[in-house]
């Protein structure tokens, strides 16, 4: 299902039908809050991914190709060594006195900057993992979950709605339950068989939120 059609659901089950009440871009703005709740509720599998980039000598910072959400792992190898970088702030990287041994400690400076130190005496590679940076829904886009379970996002999406304007006709909690069955079928499948749903990016040089609505 893509935005529209989720956004379709989504008044169709909450029962509001007046542009005035809620408009279009309103009932997809709701759908996409909902979205982006599913999507940091979990280390969810599809999202990891993974990118090798190149660290010229003497070179203290490197871009990532994409956007990490968050880095679970930055591997720094140099000739035949690979050491495990342990992270740490810019702050702290700036108390640091210079050092000429081996990298030790990354930092992100920006979404997308990563800075070493110390810095590599030699070319080096680095491989980096983590969760993805995910895009809101947009026109014909769909979620990056199975299709199977796109509907958790109407339910949750009418749930708030109706909760927003003041439903006292029990459809809010049943809707708000069959959200949560969507939710528990997609952890099942997701986080205990195993799919790891790995993204790998191409070499290049460069909160736990609540489960309601």
Do not use: C
Not at 150 to 176: C, F
């Amino acid at each position: 299902m893509n935005l529209q059609e989720l956004a379709d659901r989504a008044r169709s089950l909450s029962g509001i039908r007046l542009q005035s009440v809620r408009s279009d871009e309103q009932v997809e703005q709701v759908v996409n809050e909902s979205y982006q709740e599913i999507l940091g509720l979990q280390p969810w599998p599809f999202l990891r991914g993974e990118a090798t980039v190149s660290l010229p000598a003497s070179e203290p910072i490197f871009v990532l190709p994409q956007e990490f959400r968050t880095l679970t792992s930055v591997l720094l190898t140099m000739g035949s060594d690979t050491v495990r970088l342990k992270q740490t702030t810019v702050d702290a990287l700036d108390e640091y006195e210079q050092d000429s041994g081996e990298p030790a400690y990354y930092a992100r400076v920006t979404d997308r900057q990563i800075r070493v130190w110390p810095p590599p005496r030699q070319e080096a590679s680095v491989e980096v993992k983590g969760q993805l940076e995910y895009d809101l829904l947009k026109g014909s886009a769909v979620p990056v979950f199975a299709e199977q379970f796109h509907p958790v996002l109407a339910y949750r999406a009418a749930t708030r709605m109706l909760v927003e304007e003041g439903d006292d006709s029990g459809r809010s909690e049943s809707y708000q339950l069959e959200a949560s069955g969507y939710l528990q079928r997609m952890e099942k499948y997701y986080l205990a068989s195993g799919d790891i749903g790995l993204i790998r990016i191409g070499s290049s040089r460069r909160g736990r939120l609540a489960r309601r609505y």
